[in-house]
């Protein structure tokens, strides 16, 4: 089994992107300048190698087989169990391996929810991606319990009087996303944190955008439950993380039962596997796992600060260059208070027709709702277009994103 090892780089986004094959590409004859970075990462080659690794030679089910490619693949996928761990401060029996934040999150909302009761308060944000309002909307409908939003200020953070009355002695849950996948906003989480434990309400934070690019730590944060998704953090698809605090974890039930989540099986009972595997049931996707390990290997390589740092100077510069272009709106705070996100509208164009024309050009960008509905209704849109950044992209890209808007206001004359 080939082992990967990367030494720590200095921060050169030239060199760095030569570690993606899919950057070399052109679209419409023009070179790919990929700004959808928040709807999923592109892939380093030697996340793609280390997939191509475990097929070539090691391929084997995991906690399972007496035999040499067998200790290998289970070997791999713990190991990924570990790094994962590492990374966030937490410890191996925390981490979770799922498909990704959609089924994390509903493996903590169906857990959670059954012990939900008439009366019984959840709390989450108007800027919720929708995979963490659907599933709480659904256990308190099942459990006669009340979904409850904390609003959004003007200036596009969350609003702290909100905050402080929508958690309350009733609230049981408190979900929220990190960094808005639509506003950027970088929520105070640790002090929201707080809040909800003061009111002994569980506390889950949806990681999907933050933890690629900034430093996650579970214990500073005193999350009780922490979501993430390998894609977004050059890792594969098809793999994501629940953190979940131990203590809380062994009191829980499985969330699907089957192989490899059971010590003992007998005809009308079983007993539960040790933490994590009791809730890994089934065969896992054991290659994505193991890509995941090799793609935190590779962030840790490059280091989660200078990764930051590197995309704080991509948002400012996006934030001006896109200020400075007529006709264009920016929803969201400011440059400092944002992730590497900028979602805008072109005068009244739809953000599809804007989209398509940037695409023309070879800038990939995501329009539409991004998958938050409730916070379009509370923008009072429809759709945006939105620009988001990674460790590959630099500033001239962001020119030209900025220079490409030109066209689409020859296109509509505007
Ligand atoms: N947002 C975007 O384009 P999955 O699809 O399970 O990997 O991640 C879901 C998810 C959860 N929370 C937040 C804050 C997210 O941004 C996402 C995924 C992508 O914005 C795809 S819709």
């Not at 761990?85 to 799922?98: D, L, M, Q, R, V």
Request: aromatic share 8%; net charge negative.
């Amino acid at each position: 089994m080939s082992k990967t090892k990367l030494a720590l780089k200095t921060f050169d986004v030239e060199s760095i992107r030569k570690d993606f094959p899919i950057l070399k590409r052109r679209i419409f004859g023009k070179p790919l300048v990929y700004l959808d970075n928040s709807a999923t990462a592109q892939k380093p080659q030697v996340v793609i190698d280390a997939m191509t690794d475990y097929y070539t030679n090691y391929n084997a089910n995991v906690h399972r087989g007496i035999h040499k490619l067998s200790e290998e693949a289970t070997h791999a996928y713990e190991e990924a169990h570990e790094k994962v761990a590492k990374f966030i401060n937490g410890s191996f029996e925390e981490i979770i391996f799922t498909k990704g934040t959609t089924e994390s999150l509903n493996l903590v909302a169906y857990s959670l929810g059954k012990a939900l009761k008439p009366g019984d308060e959840v709390v989450i944000t108007e800027m919720e991606h929708h995979s963490n309002i659907v599933p709480w909307q659904q256990v308190c409908k099942e459990k006669g319990a009340a979904l409850k939003f904390i609003g959004i200020a003007e200036d596009g953070k969350l609003d702290w009087n909100s905050i402080n009355s929508q958690i309350t002695k009733k609230t049981k849950i408190v979900s929220l996303t990190h960094v808005s996948n639509v506003l950027g906003t970088i929520n105070p989480i640790k002090e929201i944190g707080k809040v909800a434990h003061e009111n002994n309400a569980i506390f889950i934070v949806d990681a999907a955008q933050s933890v690629p690019r900034m430093r996650v730590d579970v214990k500073d944060l005193d999350a009780d439950f922490l979501a993430f998704s390998g894609h977004k953090m050059y890792g594969p698809t098809g793999i994501g993380v629940l953190y979940g605090k131990k203590n809380i974890l062994q009191d829980m039930s499985p969330f699907l039962y089957g192989g490899d989540m059971i010590k003992e099986v007998k005809f009308h009972e079983s007993r539960w596997n040790d933490l994590p595997w009791k809730f890994e049931a089934g065969t896992p996707n054991i290659e994505q796992g193991i890509g995941l390990g090799v793609a935190i290997d590779y962030i840790n390589s490059i280091g989660i600060e200078n990764i930051e740092e590197h995309e704080r100077e991509l948002t400012k510069h996006a934030m001006k260059v896109l200020e400075e272009v007529p006709l264009v709106t920016i929803y969201g705070p400011d440059a400092e208070s944002r992730s590497s996100v900028v979602a805008f509208n072109f005068d009244n164009v739809h953000a599809h027709d804007v989209a398509t024309i940037l695409d023309r050009e070879g800038i990939a960008v995501r329009a539409g709702h991004h998958c938050a509905m409730p916070l379009m209704s509370v923008l009072n849109i429809i759709a945006s277009v939105r620009a988001s950044f990674a460790i590959y992209n630099t500033k001239e890209e962001i020119d030209k994103l900025a220079a490409s808007l030109a066209t689409v206001r020859k296109v509509f004359k505007l």
